[in-house]
């Protein structure tokens, strides 16, 4: 069965005006229609960048109690989290079905592989 959705944990985590922290979320596999929308919205259109804003606030649907996740929200995360939220988007709808999860036998934190970008051993 394909997955077609990923927990994750910001590295920082996005603060709420009320001071409150969310780091956990939640992502999902992007559809075509998830880039090609975006295109259309002015604010890409005046801003190339902003199209990240758009996709990302598109294919995360938690973060936190929050759901849907809108594109201010997406657009006031920490540089950090922006471009960890990149990584993972880029790794879930690339990898295919070379995605695994483990847990860091050191520290426990939970952890998202991908085995296609691993040595002939399999150490990442």
């Given at each position: 069965m394909l997955r077609t959705e990923f927990a994750f944990t910001l590295p920082y985590g996005f603060v709420n005006s009320a001071g409150n922290?969310?780091?956990?979320?939640?992502?999902?596999?992007?559809?075509?229609?998830?880039?090609?929308?975006?295109?259309?919205?002015?604010r890409v259109q005046a801003n190339e960048a902003y199209l990240l804003v758009l996709v990302l606030s598109?294919?995360?649907?938690?973060?936190?109690?929050?759901?849907?996740?809108?594109?201010?929200?997406?657009?006031?995360?920490?540089?950090?989290?922006?471009?960890?939220l990149q990584d993972l988007y880029a790794t879930i709808n690339a990898g295919g079905d070379t995605l695994v999860e483990s847990i860091c036998s050191t520290c426990g934190t939970s952890l998202l592989l991908d085995l296609a970008h691993s040595d002939e051993r399999g150490t990442l």
């Open positions: 922290l969310t780091r956990e979320g939640l992502m999902r596999r992007a559809v075509a229609l998830d880039e090609i929308e975006p295109l259309q919205d002015s598109r294919v995360v649907t938690r973060l936190g109690t929050l759901s849907p996740v809108s594109p201010e929200v997406i657009g006031n995360l920490f540089t950090v989290d922006f471009a960890f």
